[in-house]
């Protein structure tokens, strides 16, 4: 399995904007999808965004259309997530994932992603 490392979580207000890292190694990376999902307190985790292995598909949540954008550098084995004009509600502990064998041709779910990260904090005030 792929080892993922999230990284560029923090506090941030309203309106702000904060761009999450996600390290890969111990696979090479080219031959994972990955995705974004978010877990926020007393809620269940839920989909943000995902890419295929080239990062030319992706799939985004209708509440962060517009606003977050996916992307990955498979010669640096990392993709990113780019949040642009953040609201509290995105306030979240955030969630990379891989997986091989999920083909970027449906709308993912958390069974798609067989690898997780720890996840990393973000915090919008208001």
């Known amino acids: 399995q792929v080892h993922l490392d999230e990284s560029g979580g923090g506090l941030v207000q309203a309106g702000g904007s904060l761009r999450l890292s996600c390290a890969a190694s111990?696979?090479?990376?080219?031959?994972?999808?990955t995705g974004w999902f978010r877990q926020a307190p007393g809620k269940e985790r839920e989909f943000v965004a995902a890419c295929s292995r080239s990062g030319s598909i992706t799939y985004y949540a209708d509440s962060v259309k517009g606003r977050f954008t996916i992307s990955r550098d498979n010669t640096k084995n990392t993709a990113y997530l780019q949040m642009d004009n953040l609201k509290p509600e995105d306030t979240a502990v955030y969630y990379c994932?891989?997986?091989?064998?999920?083909?970027?041709?449906?709308?993912?779910?958390?069974?798609?992603?067989?690898?997780w990260g720890q996840g990393t904090q973000v915090t919008v005030s208001s």
């Open positions: 994932a891989a997986d091989r064998y999920y083909m970027s041709t449906y709308y993912p779910t958390q069974a798609d992603f067989g690898s």
């Open positions: 111990g696979r090479p990376f080219s031959v994972y999808a």
